[in-house]
């Protein structure tokens, strides 16, 4: 079946420090492929999203390259900040549908 | 600026105890979905609408009904409630329904006794 994996956090980090949360899928077909956050007390918003192979996201700093050949979306980013500390889910859709699978979530926790 | 609206965000219940958590958008959005949020499962799909009058289910559809009447509203009904169904509860809306870019509500956490 479709499926996205996703490295289990809590990932501590201090600030300043380089970040990748890792993100595999399984998918009949080909996949849109998303990162979403969760801030604290609110809802999911998207971060950034690439719909079709190699090519790469970005938002805010994130970046992320839809990898074909290893089934991957690993989410980067050079520098965190404490206010980058959320909940990341990797997301998958299929035939460019809103029904996203999502991944059980990374929560990353930035430290000053 | 409204966006995605969801009510209560905090609800106890006693076990087969009914209730309705309300998501309004004024976005004028055609597709709305409802997703629950557990410890270590992510979300899952329980029900979703491509339009007013139109509603399917998704992964996790077994103790939830959902109607859609207006463009706006879509409701999801726990008609008699277990505590299987304790979780926090998104409601999404989207402009396309096919692009993906989900608009979220705060979320509902419920529990149920």
């Known amino acids: 079946g479709n499926s996205v994996t996703q490295m289990e956090g809590p990932v501590t980090l201090s600030e300043e420090a380089f970040l990748t949360i890792n993100c595999t899928y399984t998918a009949t077909g080909y996949p849109s492929l998303f990162w979403y956050v969760q801030y604290p007390g609110e809802g999911l918003q998207l971060l950034l999203k690439a719909t079709k192979a190699d090519d790469k996201g970005s938002n805010k700093g994130f970046e992320a390259t839809y990898r074909k050949e290893t089934t991957s979306f690993h989410l980067e980013k050079g520098s965190v900040q404490v206010s980058d500390s959320a909940v990341y889910f990797c997301?998958?859709?299929?035939?460019?549908?809103?029904?996203?699978?999502f991944g059980t979530g990374t929560r990353l926790q930035v430290f000053p | 600026n409204a966006g995605v609206t969801q009510t209560p965000k905090f609800q106890v219940l006693k076990t087969g105890q009914s209730m309705t958590l309300q998501c309004a958008q004024d976005?004028?959005?055609?597709?709305m979905s409802w997703y629950r949020q557990d410890p270590g499962m992510g979300l899952r799909l329980i029900h979703y609408s491509v339009g007013a009058g139109i509603t399917d289910q998704g992964e996790v559809p077994n103790g939830y009904n959902v109607s859609r009447s207006t463009t706006e509203d879509f409701p999801l009904r726990l008609l008699s409630a277990a505590p299987s169904q304790t979780s926090v509860y998104f409601c999404a809306s989207s402009p396309t329904g096919a692009d993906g870019e989900l608009f979220f509500g705060e979320g509902s956490r419920l529990t149920v006794l």
């Open positions: 976005m004028n959005h055609e597709y």
């Open positions: 997301a998958l859709s299929l035939y460019n549908t809103d029904k996203l699978i």
